[in-house]
């Protein structure tokens, strides 16, 4: 069995042959990236090759691509009759997700966050501020209702800052949130497109353990890095609360 609280540098459908089951999934796989009508556009922030910068980071990384069908029901499988799950997409991947939700009789929640800076592309379609986190979960799987009303609103607004680590990384507080409403401390999270690590360091700071895996070792040197910091800032904080 693979340990927990690492990043392994492997495909997902490879390392969840040798983990524990988690408790609760969540991912943020590439996405099915259109080139127009509403997806991603060639307009603005334009590089010397002539594409989109956000798309051109995208398709130098290999992650412009996925194959719903060869991981996300072997994922969902994992977790048997006690599915638990959020799963960022774009609006080209939210039949598929609901689709599979009806196919196996699960409950089902689309939640939205909603981009206060997008790409300015409106040449044929409205911005494109918005993607979606599909949740998934069997019925009797954890849910905490005791938190402040406030975490379980369905539209989360950010400003998405300089993407100096991950063209797609997410903020660690939305995570957090996920994580406090269906999760218990010491559970498993499992995080199949680790990318610079956010959940491992939302995990992290909510005292639940994690496994992660990424193909690209880049991220996840990066991943380790934003581990290391949230240790030292754990450590300075602790440090503080005594004087």
């Not at 980071?57 to 992650?63: A, F, H, S, W, Y």
């Not at 300015?120 to 938190?147: A, Q, T």
Request: glycine share 6%; with cysteine; charged share 30%.
């Amino acid at each position: 069995m693979l340990e927990k609280n690492k990043i392994y540098c492997m495909d997902c459908l490879e390392g969840i042959k040798n983990i524990a089951i988690p408790d609760l999934i969540i991912a943020d796989p590439p996405y099915e990236f259109q080139t127009n009508g509403g997806g991603v556009h060639a307009v603005g922030h334009v590089s010397k090759r002539g594409h989109n910068l956000f798309m051109q980071e995208i398709e130098d990384d290999g992650i412009n691509k996925f194959d719903f069908d060869k991981y996300i029901p072997r994922i969902l499988d994992l977790q048997k009759d006690k599915v638990n799950a959020y799963f960022f997409c774009n609006k080209v991947l939210v039949p598929k997700y609901l689709n599979e939700a009806v196919k196996r009789g699960l409950l089902f929640d689309i939640l939205t966050l909603n981009k206060k800076n997008p790409l300015p592309c409106k040449d044929s379609c409205y911005l494109p501020e918005i993607e979606y986190i599909i949740f998934l979960r069997s019925k009797g799987v954890f849910f905490n209702g005791n938190l402040n009303y406030r975490n379980y609103f369905k539209s989360f607004t950010v400003i998405i800052g300089e993407r100096n680590k991950h063209p797609t990384q997410k903020p660690v507080e939305l995570i957090k949130r996920f994580i406090k409403i269906s999760s218990k401390k010491n559970d498993l999270i499992l995080d199949m497109f680790m990318g610079s690590g956010t959940t491992a360091v939302a995990s992290k700071q909510l005292n639940r353990n994690f496994i992660g895996f990424e193909i690209l070792e880049k991220y996840i040197l990066l991943a380790e890095k934003r581990l290391k910091q949230s240790n030292f800032n754990d450590w300075f904080k602790q440090r503080e609360d005594k004087r």
